[in-house]
């Protein structure tokens, strides 16, 4: 009985240390994808192919619902779209995207 225990024991701690050793550890991906191919006409060559990736144009005005937009403290609307900000105009109500003029423009102060 105490050589069985004594078997368990040790092929526990056997199985502990092989299965704890065998870690792997991530790799860090480039922006740039790699893809290999094969060409049938030479069979085993590969080359890498860069694919680049699409860059979507950014609307610099886009028209939302006030109700679906954010309410700074003081009274200004805002809408973050695809990591963009946009503001509020008060005259016209649409949503233009943030850049410097618009802390000198009256139209994108607080309505009070």
């Known amino acids: 009985m105490k050589n069985i225990l004594l078997y368990i024991a040790f092929t526990g701690m056997v199985i502990l240390f092989l299965g704890c ?61 695809d990591g963009k900000r946009y503001w509020r105009n008060n005259v016209d109500g649409k949503y233009y995207l943030y850049n410097k003029s618009m802390h000198n423009d009256p139209a994108f102060k607080s309505p009070q």
């Open 21 to 81: 050793g065998k870690k792997t550890v991530p790799e860090k991906k480039s922006d740039k994808a790699v893809v290999e191919y094969k060409n049938s006409a030479v069979g085993t060559a590969s080359k890498p192919v860069a694919i680049k990736k699409i860059k979507t144009a950014v609307p610099k005005v886009i028209v939302v619902n006030d109700k679906v937009a954010s309410k700074t403290f003081d009274g200004r609307y805002y809408y973050d779209l």
